[in-house]
């Protein structure tokens, strides 16, 4: 089970919050706090549902920041990266698999875009500069990736991560990769929604509840608040 991985990076990032620190060090907008630009390469107009999978850390805060976000219909927190047909914890978590703690997210494109995502992803999601590890989860299944499903996702991809290191946007290089899409594994049961059902644990309050706190705070117009989990299919 995580908890018993997360007991002691709880503890860290306890005392990180009681040294003023915070966990949302680790994911907060750009170079001293300010915003973000948004992205100037967002995708057309799609007609239908569309999907994002994106991996940067443990995958609880990351469903929990998206499950927040206008327009997003509904987020799985599973394994995407590796070789093979299937992905489950214990092995993951072990870090020799290849996969990274990914979301995938169903999204209605006329109310937020790609490009929106993206810039959600990087403002209070995730911190790009960190390379194999995630605040106090470290290894590669913690890595920062956008797994792109076609050509134009790819596009937008890279030309942000490269508007954002031109703008110097944060204070060390963006290490966040950009690789195919070529699988997505949903994750045990326990860990869907795992930060909206143990709001009080102490990872939670310390690593992604700040997360969430931040969204708010930096993207009023595409915040929302809890809402009744939407019935979508996983395709």
């Known amino acids: 089970m995580r908890i018993r991985f997360k007991l002691f990076p709880a503890l860290v990032a306890g005392a990180m919050v009681l040294a003023g620190l915070g966990a949302c060090a680790f994911a907060s907008a750009g170079n001293d706090g300010a915003p973000l630009p948004d992205p100037r390469m967002d995708a057309s107009q799609s007609q239908g549902d569309q999907v994002a999978v994106l991996a940067g850390g443990c995958f609880w805060g990351m469903q929990e920041v ?16 590796g070789p093979g047909n299937k992905a489950d914890y214990e092995h993951v978590s072990d870090g020799n698999t290849g996969h990274a703690e990914s979301v995938k997210i169903v999204y209605d494109p006329a109310k937020v875009s790609y490009g929106q995502l993206l810039k ?5 999601a ?17 890595r920062s990736v956008i797994f792109y499903g076609n050509d134009e996702q790819k596009r937008i991809a890279e030309s942000y991560i490269a508007q954002l290191g031109a703008a110097h946007a944060f204070p060390d290089p963006i290490v966040t990769q950009v690789k195919p899409l070529n699988g997505f594994f949903v994750a045990e049961t326990y860990h869907q929604d795992y930060a909206k059902r143990h709001p009080n644990e102490p990872y939670i309050v310390f690593n992604d509840a700040p997360k969430v706190a931040h969204l708010k ?8 608040p809890d809402r009744e989990v939407v019935a979508v299919t996983l395709h």
Request: net charge neutral; hydrophobic share 30%.
């Open 66 to 81: 998206f499950e927040h976000v206008k327009g997003v219909k509904k987020v799985w927190a599973g394994y995407s990266g």
């Open 120 to 124: 959600v992803y990087f403002s209070v």
């Open 126 to 142: 995730t911190d790009p500069t960190q390379l194999n590890r995630q605040g106090p989860d470290v290894g590669t299944q913690y």
């Open 217 to 224: 705070q930096q993207f009023p117009d595409l915040y929302q």
